[in-house]
T-cell receptor, first 116, second 111 residues
Framework: AQSVTQLDSQVPVFEEAPVELRCNYS??????LFWYVQYPNQGLQLLLK??????LVKGINGFEAEFNKSQTSFHLRKPSVHISDTAEYFC??????????????FGRGTSLIVHP | DADVTQTPRNRITKTGKRIMLECSQT?????MYWYRQDPGLGLRLIYY???????NKGEISDGYSVSRQAQAKFSLSLESAIPNQTALYFC??????????FGEGSRLTVL
């Protein structure tokens, strides 16, 4: 079975400070990795994804994440946050299922709260 | 127009009623999903479908059923709604890698 662990349920930070949201996963098979963002009262949208290649991936709004296979982690970072980054962030992992398709599993989410 | 459309967006109903949430997509994807979101629990998979003739249970399928009427349509039913099914429900589609495209969500309240 696969699990996705987001180590912090809530991360408060001041505007213009750096932030890291942590994500670890357990899987014995090949995976694809994603971060999604959910702004208040909205649906989820993709921030960034790792499918293959460079382990450092860049996404929208200045976010980036690094895939670490040995530590099974995919932490999300931003060097300087804005008030508008206040949102819920979800890490997701897709694992290979029967027939070759990939099924996404989500972590419980991290609430990023940016204070002025 | 949105790529993934869910109806209704909000619904209040009573215990024991039958409820259907509908989802349609214009992404052209074969794969469609229904997720449930509860505070502090993230998104949990209810059902997924890889094509019209393929329906699979997710981790929390009890109390729910689905119908894949066409490649573009995937509906979720609650045959007899109960209060602990009060939640935000998301339909999503995906390409092969599992990158998801979400609808705006359907907020269901069961009294």
């Amino acid at each position: 079975a696969q699990s996705v662990t987001q180590l912090d349920s809530q991360v408060p930070v001041f505007e213009e400070a750096p932030v890291e949201l942590r994500c670890n996963y357990s899987s014995s098979v090949s995976v694809y990795l994603f971060w999604y963002v959910q702004y208040p009262n909205q649906g989820l949208q993709l921030l960034l994804k790792y499918l293959s290649g460079s382990t450092l991936v860049k996404g929208i709004n200045g976010f980036e994440a690094e895939f670490n296979k040995s530590q099974t982690s995919f932490h999300l970072r931003k060097p300087s946050v804005h008030i508008s980054d206040t949102a819920e962030y979800f890490c997701a992992v897709s694992r290979a299922a029967s027939g070759g398709s990939y099924i996404p599993t989500f972590g419980r989410g991290t609430s990023l709260i940016v204070h002025p | 127009d949105a790529d993934v459309t869910q109806t209704p967006r909000n619904r209040i109903t009573k215990t024991g009623k039958r409820i259907m949430l509908e989802c349609s997509q214009t992404k052209g994807h074969d794969r469609m999903y229904w997720y449930r979101q509860d505070p502090g629990l993230g998104l949990r998979l209810i059902y997924y479908s890889f094509d019209v003739k393929d329906i699979n249970k997710g981790e929390i399928s009890d109390g729910y059923s689905v119908s894949r009427q066409a490649q573009a349509k995937f509906s979720l039913s609650l045959e007899s709604a109960i209060p602990n099914q009060t939640a935000l429900y998301f339909c999503a589609t995906s390409a092969y890698t599992g990158e998801l495209f979400f609808g705006e969500g359907s907020r269901l309240t069961v009294l």
